[in-house]
């Protein structure tokens, strides 16, 4: 009817007090409702995100991060404390390898400027997930490397294994493993710094740990991309701690590559040299009209002072050919090398052809009785005599009146404009011993003439890191101190200084096992090596051709359980070679080239140097022709 409201039962009546509080509690529930819905709405968003996409926090360098103290003095209780129990590392002896407060040391080629470490001073942090910027702006980097190591509370002495983020300018992201060794029983072949003792948590007994060990590590990146900042790892081992002393970012290096290198192959007694000059003969493999020498402390516990360095081509023996060429760093004559550290001379304006000898000479004014040497040279090195000063610019010769058997602290020199380098690593075939001295006749020797040879192949560099005696798996040479060993540390724990730390690299042919087997490790444990070699490899961009065992049957050690070790090897590896899904590039069958076709597990009588390990010149000249170089440059 007209002038009234029907209500829910059809019929017309005012409206009363209880129904308008009916009104007003369904108003009130439908309100709750929403609310719960759209709390719990929120609560599925927020809780997606935290998951899928974690708060980071704001990235900033390192050195405002740093948090924890884990250096102390000498003598002093409860100042430092690295490992939760109040030991530390001892100020005193990272001063007197060279690593001083706030410095800086280049490692794996990457400039890391250390802690400004000292009494009340925070000096690493605990990686936990922190943001950590590398440059003031985003910036490219070859690869990125850490200055670590690790603790243990549960003592097993295991490494410490973490993940971390690069975040890149253009928000994309890549996550990278870390794996750091325990800092008291890490293997010292795999440190860049040993240091003879720790600071105890009572101020005494230095000996109560014995020697403890710092960790360069390098984590390859996309090279095309500019970085924005690093995730630092996280750990989730809660018995676990891994230390962060520096970070940094391998500088870009297109323009540079390897025409000469040599690795440290272990740390020995020299001279003692004082306030005089080695003169020390190379040959390049690629060239270029400008150069810089690489200078290594590898192995050391304390710097060496270089007081001037020079480059040559060489004339008669110890003579040049023409003006010796000085050599700076960072525009002074000399420089220090940090203990385990690096130094490049800046780049000078000289020509250096492929496949020409050169004199680089070397004034050590202080006093040096240990060094880190490159055994096996094979080439006739020279040295003045004691208190005779600088001769690094004589072209006489004259004053070289010694001779040196090793090539100490040199280990590497670079061009510009270089087509890029190969890597031949392996033992002493590869490091050429029993060669013919100064007649360049190792199998990398007659490879890189090959490539200069050839009219439709670039020129690559062709750096030989074979050491004499050198294994896959384990260390010849311990990793610290000074010893009469010098066969190097094992393949695995030099891999990332003396391979993938070179400049130019695109291609490495892995020649070793034999040594592995000869002292008793299984065909097995050799297998794995290779394939670890190449997998590290392959992470940073490297192409890697493995080649099958020599014979080795009648010399030292060479048993028949190490033949039948030998054929099981070589048996993996030439089924890699017919895998297409092998972690080989290519697998060369050196076996088969040199071993005698009536006798097979024996050297050719013809290839044989004598000792029935060893191929001689024209052994080794026959693995090198039996390289196809196309395959090795890729074309």
């Known amino acids: ?59 900033v360098p390192l050195t405002q991060l740093l948090d924890r103290t884990g250096v102390s003095q000498d003598g002093t209780v409860g100042s430092g404390d690295l490992d939760g129990a109040g ?50 702006e985003p910036a490219p980097w070859e690869s990125l490397t850490f200055l670590a190591t690790g603790t243990r509370t549960d003592g097993t002495g295991a490494d410490v294994r973490g993940n971390g983020r690069v975040v890149y300018a253009d928000g994309t992201t890549q996550d990278f493993p870390l794996s750091v060794p325990d800092w008291a029983a890490g293997p010292a072949g795999d440190a860049v710094l040993s240091l003879p003792y720790a600071n105890s948590a009572t101020g005494f007994g230095q000996d109560a740990i014995g020697s403890v060990r710092l960790y360069a590590r390098s984590v390859p990146i996309d090279q095309g991309r500019e ?94 050919h023409g003006a010796a060429v000085p050599l700076t760093f960072d525009g ?74 090793h090539w100490p602290f040199l280990t590497g020199i670079e061009v510009t404009d270089g087509p890029g380098a190969v890597v031949t690593y392996g033992d002493s075939i590869t490091d050429g011993l029993r060669s013919s001295r ?51 540390v094992s393949m695995l724990h030099r891999a990332q200084r003396d391979v993938f730390a070179q400049n130019g690299v695109e291609a490495v042919v892995v020649f070793a096992g034999i040594n592995d087997l000869r002292w008793g490790a299984s065909p097995d444990v050799v297998i794995a090596g290779l394939g670890r070699l190449a997998r590290t490899a392959e992470e940073h961009g490297v192409r890697v051709f493995a080649a099958t065992l020599a014979p080795c049957a009648g010399g030292s050690r060479c048993t028949p359980h190490v033949e039948e070790g030998r054929q099981r090897v070589n048996g993996h590896l030439r089924a890699e070679a017919g895998d297409p899904g092998s972690v080989f590039a290519g697998v060369w069958d050196f076996d088969a080239v040199l071993r005698d076709p009536a006798v097979p597990e024996r050297i050719r009588p013809e290839f044989d140097s004598g000792d029935h390990l060893h191929p001689n010149d024209a052994g080794l000249r026959a693995v090198a022709e039996s390289v196809d170089l196309y395959e090795l440059v890729g074309g």
């Open 1 to 59: 009817m007209d002038g009234g409201r029907t209500t829910g039962y059809g019929t017309d009546r005012p409206a009363t007090v209880w129904d308008h509080v009916l009104r007003v509690v369904s108003v009130v529930a439908v309100v709750a409702l929403l609310l719960v819905a759209i709390n719990a709405s929120v609560s599925r968003d927020v809780a997606i995100q935290s998951a899928d996409d974690p708060e980071e926090s704001v990235a």
């Open 87 to 136: 030991n530390s590392l001892s100020a005193r002896t990272l001063t007197a390898a060279g690593w001083n407060p706030g410095g800086e040391v280049v490692l794996l080629d990457t400039p890391l400027e250390l802690p400004a470490y000292g009494p009340g001073r925070p000096d690493h942090v605990t990686s936990d997930g922190q943001s950590v910027t590398l440059s003031a």
């Open 227 to 320: 970085v924005d900042h690093v995730v630092l790892p996280t750990v989730a081992d809660e018995d676990a701690s891994l230390h962060v002393f520096s970070v940094g970012g391998r500088p870009p290096t297109q323009a540079w590559t390897g025409t000469w290198a040599r690795a440290a192959s272990g740390y020995t007694s020299v001279g003692p040299w004082e306030d005089q000059t080695l003169r020390l003969t190379v040959r390049t493999t690629t060239g270029g009209h400008k150069a810089r020498l690489r200078f290594d402390n590898t192995f050391a516990s304390r710097p060496v002072a270089l007081g001037a360095v020079s480059v040559a081509l060489r004339g008669e023996g110890a003579a040049t």
């Open 332 to 405: 002074a004559p000399g420089a220090v090398i940090p203990a385990g550290g690096r130094l490049v001379t800046d780049p000078v304006d000289v020509l250096l052809p492929p496949q020409t000898e050169l004199l680089v000479s070397v004034h050590l004014p202080e006093r040096v009785t240990a060094a880190p040497i490159h055994y096996a040279s094979v080439d006739t090195n020279y040295t003045s005599v004691p208190g005779s000063g600088d001769q690094t610019l004589d072209r006489t010769g004259e004053p070289y009146t010694g001779l040196v058997d």
């Open 438 to 488: 100064d007649g360049h006749a190792r199998w990398p020797d007659v490879l890189g003439a090959r490539l200069h040879e050839s009219a439709d192949l670039p020129t690559l560099g062709v750096l030989n890191l074979g050491v004499a005696g050198n294994r896959i798996t384990s260390d010849g040479y311990p990793g610290e101190g000074v010893s009469t060993y010098a066969s190097g």
